[in-house]
C-alpha cells in the first residue's frame, strides 16, 4: 500500500525545474527512483557519449541488448587469396521422358505392332520404326516396349497394361 501512495504522490508532487530542494530530497529517500539530470545540464547519461549526445548502451547496463552468439573467430584461410576453379560442365542430360501413351495393340500375322498416342496424333509402332525422328522401336514385347532416345542413346522402357486372353 505504501508503493501505491508513493506512487501517487509523486505524481502530484510539485518539481522545481532547476537543482531544487525537491530534485535533491527525492533522490536522497530509500526507496524512490533515481532522476536522470536534466538534459540542459551537459553532463552526459549513463551510456551517453558527451560530444554528441548520442546514446549507447552502458557496459553495465542489465537491459542493454545483448546477442545470444559470440561474435564468429575469423579462420586463418580467410586472409589467403580465393582462387575460383573451372566450371564443370554440366552432366549430360538424360532423355525426357517418352512422350508417346499405349493407346492398343494388334497382331499382324506374324508381327506385333502397337499403337500409341502422341498429342492428338495416333503413330503405329513395330520393331525397328523409328517415331518423330527422335525414338527408335528396338523390341516390342509381350509386357513392355523397348525404346531408343537417338539423341542420347539412352534405351527406355513402357510398360504395357496386363492383357486379358
Do not use: C
Amino acid at each position: 500500500m505504501s508503493a501505491l501512495s508513493g506512487t501517487v504522490a509523486a505524481m502530484y508532487w510539485p518539481v522545481e525545474e532547476k537543482g531544487s530542494a525537491a530534485i535533491a530530497s527525492a533522490e536522497s529517500r530509500p526507496g524512490s527512483p533515481r532522476m536522470a539530470p536534466p538534459a540542459d545540464s551537459g553532463a552526459p547519461m549513463a551510456g551517453q557519449t558527451g560530444e554528441e549526445g548520442l546514446w549507447e548502451p552502458a557496459k553495465n547496463d542489465p537491459f542493454a541488448p545483448r546477442g545470444w552468439q559470440a561474435a564468429a573467430p575469423v579462420p586463418a584461410a580467410a586472409a589467403m587469396p580465393v582462387q575460383t576453379l573451372p566450371a564443370a560442365a554440366p552432366p549430360p542430360a538424360g532423355p525426357p521422358a517418352l512422350p508417346f501413351q499405349f493407346v492398343g495393340q494388334f497382331m499382324d500375322g506374324d508381327q506385333q505392332l502397337v499403337y500409341l498416342g502422341h498429342g492428338e496424333q495416333m503413330l503405329i509402332a513395330k520393331n525397328g520404326e523409328v517415331l518423330e525422328q527422335t525414338y527408335k522401336v528396338l523390341n516390342v514385347g509381350q509386357t513392355q516396349i523397348e525404346f531408343e532416345h537417338l539423341p542420347t542413346g539412352v534405351r527406355q522402357l513402357m510398360p504395357l497394361p496386363a492383357q486379358e486372353h
